[in-house]
């Protein structure tokens, strides 16, 4: 595990900006809390810790996603690294081996979540003996790996599905000598690798191993075989990173030859993740009993508040509704506030009731919790303004706009489709119902789009009430996050974007007011996004 000191990173530096200064501080925050929580370490792992440190370099570049990938075609084995109770590790490899599965010729995946012992029951779930349950049981996963199942077994589910053998690579419980799980791990490796030289190993190990001098020298020992060595969201690069054409940070840094750092999230939700580890609530995502939501929403306005730069009186009291809460489809609410609720509900999306004060959250992912803090901050900063259910139009195009370009600030690396994906999805033709419906919602979205950007000429009726509200979803986000890319390139939008979260949009006059000038800054002032595609 990481120690707090490994976790604060190391310079920290850039030009200041008011995003990146609250950015730091959040995750300075978080710091202090984990400070009390962690316990003394022994001497090995704080040698480990300080190895890895020492291992990264000074410089960095950016890198492309094509890049690593043909680095990656050119190998026999892929680290990459994993910190255990950040979710997003386990989903980054995960969308490592979906994206290199079809340009590499056989892939196998070693994991350490698994000691040698177990192969065998591994074995069983593969061939389709034993189900996933069954498999967890048998290797007394929730003792021997405290960090959540449902991680790693979309990554099992993955082999399976498509026919690949996993290598259980670590050492049974009892063995802790971080060189002797190096040593065993390297040999399983290369034993896969002896046994079919052609194939590709993925291995998803803690990310402290994949120092220069730990693991990585361990497998050269054993075989000499092409290698890439692929890091994930470390703090210290984090900050270090340069930015692309947008605007934002770097998303694939290349530090050697063979060594890539993938950044597609931000380190305070990585260090949040490590806190609720600690604090014995292993998944954050999944709505629990305790869980004090809406203080932790309020405090994401506040930090939106302090990085806007507007000064708040109070912040007031908001109703929050979870995915399965009663109340969410209750009579109590008209037909249209329904809607909405079924919205949240079926298509596990943010929605915000201004006639109710209400806020349907899907989860508590740092995605819902930022997007709920927009809308708080907005009803906070109009404190005598009517507050009603918008409109379909301007109105809830503006809605969702505020709150994307909220939660964007609050964590830059969350992803949207943007218009190049929605052309590309938009023009496939499908039979199948779900996909074809899906279709129209992105032409719809276009269409929502035309008076404020200039990229296509999209026409689409209508369509029913679910699906409408969801174009008008995506049409707000795309709005705001191209906001967000020309105030990352331009600062001095500061005070329009501070308006942005004044405005009424109770109207559609208002509304469409609104968002013709935010199109006339995204015009001026915000390049094409990159497609999600190119992207982790």
């Known amino acids: 595990m990481a120690s707090r000191n490994f976790m604060r990173g190391i310079g920290m530096p850039g030009r200041k900006n008011p995003i990146e200064s609250s950015q730091k501080k959040l995750y300075l925050r978080l710091q202090e809390e984990l400070e009390g929580l962690e316990g003394n370490k022994s001497r090995e792992l704080l040698a480990y810790e300080r190895s890895f ?32 109770p950040f979710r997003q590790s386990q989903k980054g490899f995960l969308r490592l081996l979906e994206d290199c599965h079809p340009i590499l010729a056989k892939i196998s995946i070693g994991l350490e979540c698994f000691s040698g012992s177990q ?4 074995d069983q779930y593969l061939a389709g003996y034993i189900t996933a349950g069954e498999l967890r049981e048998k290797t007394n996963f929730d003792e021997q790996w405290p960090f959540p ?38 040999e399983h490796v290369a034993m896969a690798l ?41 703090p210290s690069l984090y900050w270090q990173a340069p930015r692309a054409a ?26 949040r993740s490590y ?47 979870g995915p399965n809460h009663p109340k969410s489809n209750s009579r109590k609410f008209s037909k249209e506030e329904r809607i909405f609720a079924q919205h949240s509900r079926e298509l596990q999306r943010t929605n915000y009731i201004p006639s109710r004060g209400l806020l349907l959250l899907p989860s508590v992912s740092t995605n819902a919790l930022s997007e709920g803090a927009a809308y708080l901050l907005w009803r906070s900063l109009r404190p005598g303004s009517a507050h009603t259910l918008p409109a379909f139009g301007a109105p809830l195009i503006a809605q969702y706009f505020i709150g994307y370009l909220g939660s964007k600030i609050l ?86 974007v501070q308006k942005t979260f004044r405005a009424s949009t109770s109207l559609p006059a208002w509304a469409e007011h609104l968002l013709k000038a935010v199109a006339k800054q995204i015009a001026q002032k915000s390049p094409v996004p990159t497609s999600k595609h190119d992207l982790f």
């Open 411 to 496: 964590n830059p690396k969350r992803k949207c489709n943007e218009v190049p994906d929605l052309k590309q999805l938009a023009k496939k033709s499908s039979t199948r119902p779900k996909e074809a419906k899906k279709q129209k919602v992105f032409r719809r979205a276009l269409h929502l789009l035309r008076p404020y950007l200039d990229e296509g000429n999209f026409k689409s009726p209508k369509l029913p009430l679910l699906e409408e509200i969801e174009a008008h979803r995506i049409a707000g986000y795309i709005l705001g996050e191209r906001l967000f890319l020309a105030f990352l390139r331009q600062p001095s939008l500061l005070p329009f």
């Open 149 to 186: 199942w449902e991680n790693y077994h979309e990554i099992l589910a993955f082999a399976r599905l498509h026919h690949l053998q996993v290598l259980a690579l670590n050492l049974e419980v009892g063995h802790q000598r971080l060189a002797d799980r190096d040593q065993k791990a390297s």
């Open 246 to 271: 947008t605007g934002q940070k770097a998303e694939i840094l290349r530090l050697k030859k063979n060594e890539f750092c993938i950044i597609n999230s931000v380190p305070w939700v990585k260090a």
């Open 194 to 234: 002896h046994s079919d030289p052609k194939q590709t190993v993925f291995v998803l190990y803690g990310e402290l191993h994949l120092a220069s001098n730990h693991l990585p020298l361990y497998i050269k020992r054993q075989c000499n075989c092409p290698m890439v060595v692929v890091h994930q969201n470390l």
């Open 119 to 122: 192969q065998n029951s591994i």
């Open 275 to 321: 806190l609720d580890w600690l604090e014995g609530n292993p998944n954050f995502e999944e709505w629990e009993e305790g869980l004090d939501i809406p203080g932790v929403v309020q405090e994401y306005t506040k930090l939106l508040a302090e990085t806007l730069q507007v000064k708040v009186e109070e912040i007031p009291e908001i109703e929050i509704f």
């Open 53 to 84: 440190r020492r291992a990264l370099p000074r410089s960095l570049k950016s890198s492309t996603k094509k890049e690593l990938l043909k680095a990656i075609k050119k190998s026999n084995i892929v680290l990459v690294g994993d910190f255990h």
